[in-house]
């Protein structure tokens, strides 16, 4: 299967291109990754798409969109040279607990918001479904951990737990907490292409609490850690408001894999380990 992938060299991008046989990567070019694959250069964020004014794919997988512009020149690069769009989007949609999804906002302004961020996702699902129909595929997944992650997330609970000691905690030891392994996000993607079925998919992983996490993140790095409720600040890695707890219980999509909590956090540990200390 020839598949174009936005994108393809960041986190979630690279765990899916590690998964395809025959990819091409649409990208400015500033990474060595997957050398032996087709590159073509451009920028999204200029508007640059030249290089995909020829070819043609079985499918792309939109990685890197957030605002419903970029789909649409994507879209308008691509023509009918494409036969399925397949759009990573994130449960952010959601505006609750339910499948129902958040007002679209089709204008939001850079750089995006927790107000904004899940409303232009769902302007850019619009989008995709109002151009390809039921050649058009949503994955959702919530939030994703794994090896190669650029953002804060679960590798800064991995390196407070090998740090041991006390750790002091801007949140609630007993809030929900949902990751999703990026290489489950990943198979998902390849299977829902390899089916070639369309829809919307929700991508989810084990379920637990921060106290739990840190419990399973002490564990695999062999300390002891003490968990100090503080008073909350403005933002910490997976800390959320009291109004979103009731979201941290996605069910997974029909047939993906589901990777143990702790075998993700092991394999973070791992990984972060032959990086530079910061």
Not at 117 to 123: H, L, M, R
Not at 144 to 159: E, F, I, K, S
Not at 166 to 177: A, I, K, N, T, W
Request: a negative charge; proline letters at 8%; charged letters at 25%.
């Amino acid at each position: 299967m020839r598949v174009l992938v936005l994108g393809g060299t960041g986190f979630v991008g690279r765990a899916i291109t590690e998964q395809l046989d025959e990819p091409t990567l649409f990208n400015r070019g500033t990474s060595p990754l997957f050398p032996t694959a087709e590159h073509r250069r451009g920028d999204r964020e200029t508007g640059d798409y030249a290089s995909l004014m020829t070819g043609e794919w079985d499918a792309v997988v939109d990685v890197t969109a957030y605002f419903p512009w970029q789909v649409r020149q994507t879209m308008d690069a691509l023509g009918d040279r494409v036969r399925r769009y397949l759009f990573i989007s994130s449960h952010a949609v959601f505006a609750g607990a339910g499948d129902e999804l958040r007002p679209a906002i089709p204008d939001a302004e850079p750089p995006l918001t927790n107000a904004t961020y899940g409303p232009s996702k769902v302007a850019c699902e619009r989008e995709v479904v109002a151009r390809f129909g039921e050649r058009a595929t949503i994955v959702r997944p919530v939030k994703v951990a794994g090896p190669h992650d650029n953002q804060t997330g679960l590798t800064t609970w991995t390196r407070a737990a090998a740090r041991g000691g006390r750790f002091e905690l801007p949140g609630d030891p007993s809030q929900p907490v949902q990751l999703v392994d990026s290489r489950d996000l990943a198979r998902l993607v390849v299977k829902l292409l390899d089916k070639d079925r369309g829809g919307a998919h929700t991508a989810a992983g084990p379920s637990t609490d921060l106290a739990g996490l840190m419990a399973v993140c002490a564990a695999a790095a062999g300390t002891e850690v003490e968990i100090v409720p503080v008073p909350e600040q403005s933002y910490f890695p997976l800390v959320k408001p009291r109004e979103l707890w009731n979201t941290q219980n996605r069910k997974p999509a029909e047939d993906q894999t589901v990777t143990p909590l702790e075998t993700t956090v092991q394999d973070v540990l791992a990984w972060d380990r032959t990086r530079p200390p910061v």
